[in-house]
């Protein structure tokens, strides 16, 4: 996504400088709840997605090893330890997050399990052929988004700086490009379609130490890459639903936790291009994407204000002095264990910066949380590891303040910082906090966040080069002939919005169509449908309300496979018993999926009554009614009829029928 560089003025206003709260009216934040159309036009809000989808494959991508067996225990093989450094480009230039990567002097540790592992994966084998299992299923997902599929795969590799692919390179190939998704009421641009490896499982991050699992490495992957064509937050989970709708339409792709993952690329006008990376929920996106639009406004606002502050930016100098522990009377935990353990505790001075570390920037967040995250990530001190003159909450009292400001000759709009650290960190973190300070006037940072459920972000790393891609010498080009892709093409799903309007057509209600969609069930309705003849409303509540309550709350004994769902309504069509037995069936039937039918009706105690039965019942509960519920007014009869019979109704006739016979009868 390039940079928004619509300068246009708008009117959302803030002015975060007559007090320094952390308040998000004195900002202008808007709650997303309350944000409009308008208010995104105003901001400028561009937003396009990266959309990452695990295949279901029996092998990896580039080895044999088996792929989907996930050691979840604390068991492990062999440890591999490496250490990342930064070498020069073809163009004799490093690229940004090696050199960032390479201050944080971490240590990198790969936990194997000899099952899922093997030699090819920490570059001692060459790749084997690609896996043409993934390679088909790719192709046809590429086909399903209307991209045009390239003549010949090309491998490249594409650089992995934070560790969590052990050669520092992904294998990855294009194989479709310009593409486009037809939404309800818009079109959505693609840009591109690849398949490439997974990276590791991240496991623990502290200090200087990076562990990683191994057992999700290499397994097949496509990447499906949108133009920023969403212009508010609600659109890009719109438009992200609908690609992992698409890919699960294929019935070729792997579900649950960790399969699907997104990075969302989000920037404002006069801001950048800011990647939010791994979000596991399509739910948190709308927040999420909101708070880091106006995350980059209130850094522009930061930015405007700075630089009226300071004549000449580049003529701006931070300062900072050691303290000594016994000096002060430091009271937080986290300086007496810092005292304990020998480390330093540094003083630095910003100039002019009273009133910007405590900005507002994202709920609960200031801009000084951006020197802590750095702070974390780049020079590896765990939090807290700062504090500074402008907190809500102190920890350092008035008087120790006081002293610090004296020892930095701190003026009077001047911001202070206090970080604790070893002393063999202390230069990468004051490298860190300059650096962020002088990015304050200039820039919205090139950046990737990590999410959080709240919808809030944290600086995760600086976003790598255009040059990170280059071709993979130990793969040849992989030629595709147009009767193999025609042939990929033939038998494939029905698009998402073919679905859609068929689901409307039904008279399916629509807040049921997310998990029929996600549950990949428009297959099975279609089939109960067409040969059974059930009402698709009612089927489409089954699946959407009662299904979906189902899989929430019990745990079945074995994979449940939703062909069942049809084998349970013939069943029920064959024995003449009526479907609003279903959503008494069906706890039992998920939960116990090879449970004969027959069996679960013996669960329930279901007796076949006949019609004529169950209706001679009425005059004596229409008698009963009058003699002992009259108080509850003649209103409530049908009701309570209708509840005293539902026992014995429920799979013998139309709950509609009995309720039409009831109200005749009264």
């Known amino acids: 996504m390039q940079k928004n560089s619509n300068n246009k003025k708008s009117n959302i206003q803030f002015d975060p400088f007559k007090n320094y709260q952390l308040s998000k009216e004195n900002v202008g934040y808007v709650n997303r709840k309350d944000a409009t159309q308008e208010t995104y036009n105003e901001i400028g809000f561009m937003s396009g997605l990266e959309v990452h989808q ?12 088996p792929a989907g067996l996930y050691n979840d225990s604390e068991d492990y093989d062999a440890e591999v330890i490496r250490h990342m450094r930064p070498t020069l480009s073809e163009l004799g230039e490093y690229d940004g997050t090696a050199l960032m990567e390479f201050k944080t002097k971490k240590e990198i540790v790969y936990r194997l399990k000899h099952q899922t592992t093997c030699t090819y994966e920490v570059d001692d084998t060459p790749p084997f052929p690609i896996n043409r299992e993934a390679l088909d299923i790719a192709l046809k997902i590429s086909r399903l988004s209307k991209l045009n599929i390239v003549g010949e795969v ?8 934070d560790g969590s692919i052990p050669t520092g390179f992904q294998r990855t190939c294009i194989l479709g490009v310009e593409g486009e998704l037809q939404l309800k009421d818009k079109k959505i641009r693609l840009i591109q379609l690849s398949m490439e490896e997974d990276s590791c499982r991240e496991i623990s991050d502290v200090g200087h130490v990076r562990t990683f699992k191994t057992d999700r490495l ?4 496509i990447e499906t890459v949108t133009y920023p064509d969403m212009l508010n937050p609600d659109e890009v989970k719109e438009v992200c639903d609908y690609i992992r709708f698409l890919n699960r339409s294929t019935g070729n792709v792997r579900t649950g936790m960790g399969a699907g993952r997104q990075d969302v690329n989000v920037s404002c006008t006069g801001g950048t291009r800011v990647e939010i990376k791994g979000v596991a929920h399509t ?5 999420l994407t909101h708070n880091e639009c106006f995350r980059q406004w209130a850094l522009l606002k930061i930015k405007e204000e700075l630089n009226s502050r300071v004549g000449e930016p580049t003529d701006w100098e931070m300062s900072h002095k050691m ?11 986290s300086i007496i264990s810092a005292k304990k353990q020998l480390h330093k505790i540094v003083a630095v001075n910003l100039p002019n910066f009273k009133g910007i570390l405590s900005h507002f920037m994202q709920p609960g967040k200031m801009f000084a949380d951006d020197f802590s995250d750095r702070l974390k990530v780049i020079a590896c001190l765990e939090k807290p590891n700062l504090q500074h003159s402008e907190c809500f909450n102190p920890q ?3 008087n120790d303040w006081k002293e610090i400001r004296l020892k930095l000759n701190a003026g009077e709009n001047d911001a202070q910082l206090v970080f604790w650290s070893p002393e063999a960190d202390i230069q990468t973190a004051l490298e860190t906090i300059e650096e962020r300070c002088q990015l304050a006037f200039t820039e919205v940072p090139n950046e990737t966040r990590k999410s959080f459920e709240d919808g809030t972000t944290i600086f995760e790393r600086v976003l790598p080069g255009a040059d990170r891609m280059y071709p993979d010498t130990d793969s040849a080009p992989i030629p595709l002939e147009n009767n193999y892709v025609e042939e990929l093409g033939k038998n494939l799903p029905s698009d998402i919005i073919d679905r859609y309007h068929q689901l409307k057509k039904w008279n399916v209600p629509e807040d049921n169509y997310t998990f029929i969609f996600k549950k990949n069930l428009f297959p099975v309705m279609e089939k109960i449908i067409g040969e059974l003849k059930i009402n698709p409303r009612f089927l489409g509540s089954f699946l959407g309300q009662t299904l979906k309550y189902v899989e929430g709350h019990i745990k079945p004994a074995q994979k449940f496979n939703y062909e069942i769902i049809f084998k349970l309504f013939e069943f029920l069509k064959k ?3 009526t479907f609003e ?20 009706l013996e669960q329930l105690k279901f007796k076949k009554i006949s019609t004529e039965k169950i209706l001679s019942h009425i005059p004596f509960l229409k008698q009963k009614f009058e003699e002992t519920c009259r108080a509850q007014g003649k209103d409530n009869e049908v009701n309570w009829i209708m509840g005293e019979l539902n026992h014995v109704a429920v799979g013998n006739i139309e709950l509609s029928k009995l309720s039409k016979e009831v109200k005749q009868a009264i």
């Open 54 to 65: 695990q295949l279901l494959t029996t092998k990896k991508l580039f080895c044999n090893c």
């Open 154 to 161: 090309h491998i490249t590799r594409k650089q992995y700086l």
């Open 218 to 221: 290499g397994m097949p992957l």
């Open 283 to 287: 739910k948190w996106i709308p927040e």
């Open 323 to 333: 303290l000594r522990f016994h000096s002060y009377n430091f009271k937080f935990d």
């Open 396 to 398: 350092i009292s008035d």
């Open 575 to 577: 024995n003449e018993i």
């Open 581 to 600: 037995l279903t959503k008494k069936m069906i706890p039992i039937v998920y939960e116990h999926p090879k449970m004969d039918f027959d069996s679960v």
